[in-house]
């Protein structure tokens, strides 16, 4: 069973945003130890995934999880991942005798401790919780009550770690992951209530979150962009390494020295402002970009400012467009391998999966994946990202008037056309099988609605 198969399966048995964001800390926090132990992550990952995902149907004992081990046999998910979520409860018959059942146990009640002390600090952010201070509250009976420090003790114990070291390890493992799991401290996100609302009232604002949308070329990217920005709560740009990427590379883009001319040039400047001040001190920043526009120089020194998320078509439609508009499209000019680049890059920096979606399904059912985005990225789905006003915006490059003339038309996602089916001519088939491996991987990993 690999992560997108279990990530399905908490969501259908799951409704509770605050029971799967329990679940995610876990996995963040398993994938952790798994790299640090030299452990397998994507099954130390789906153990930490899965371990409560029957709890909502089953909340007693033993039923949980002894009923979802069954359906997880049934689905041939492996038996040590089975067993270790079996060990994760006294009554589960199975003892603790492998390093991920010791570390499940061992992460789980600690993991659900985290977050309470997460909404607790005023910043709202993991980050910014000390194990000194978490020692403390484990005296505070009133506090997380729900939460049993005689599992976490044990948990410690039977790890073999030092209690300190492990706190500070499980913060970690959270702060890595804390955007998609609600504890990066922006006012949307400050506890799950407070995310199914939207509203946080009387929360300080912390930091915002900027988004990064990595799409490719001929996707539905500023419709995207269009839904984002119809938020009542962020800001988007529009390819803000473009100018530079047409300066550096001399490709000739139609209206390419009007976009040289008119945009910003020095990468340097680019990257400053896609992880400065937010325009308009919005809480989140969509910001729209194209992968191929990342090209080795622009370095990766800023890449943990920004939450990254992906924005996948199919290759054939995708490379059926670009070649009516380009003579000879080359790998590079895709962004399918720079999308997987990128991708593969955060998977290991954060030990998650990000966010990706596929344009198809968007349209499909838009409701059902931008709320599944939304999820991810720890916002709260807003009605308003379904429709927008018609027309240009001053937040559109200046490339619009070439681009744009279909998309100035629509007040909404439109339902997806019929896939094309004309031939790949010959002198596409090779660039789309290279396409198809970066996609494939790609769209087995997407959220779906
Ligand atoms: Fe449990
Ligand atoms: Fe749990």
Redesign the pocket.
Known sequence: MNRAEAWDLVCEWTSSDALRR??LG?EAAMRWYARKFGEDVEAWGVAGLL??FD?ERYPHAPDHPLKGAEVLRAKGCPEPIVRAILG?AAWGGVPRDTPMARTLFAV??L??FLFACSYVQPSKRIADVKPASVKKKFKDKGFARAVSREDIQNGIAELGINAEEHIANVIAALTDAAPALGLAGSPAETSPAGAASGKAAGTPSAGPQRIAMWSGPRNISTALMRSFENRTDCAVCDEPFYAWYLKRTGVPHPMAGEVIAAGETDPRKVIEFITGPVPGDKAVFFQKHMAHHLLPDLGDGWIPDLTHAFLIRDPREVLLSLDEKFSRPRIEDTGYPQQLAIFEAEQRRTGRTPPVIDSRDVLENPQGVLGRLCDALGLAFEEQMLSWPPGRRPTDGIWARHWYNRVEETTGFEPPRPPRTDPLPPHLEALHARCRECYDVLHAQRLRA
Do not use: A, K, N, T
């Open positions: 329990h679940m876990v371990h409560d709890y994760h789980d009640e993991v659900g």
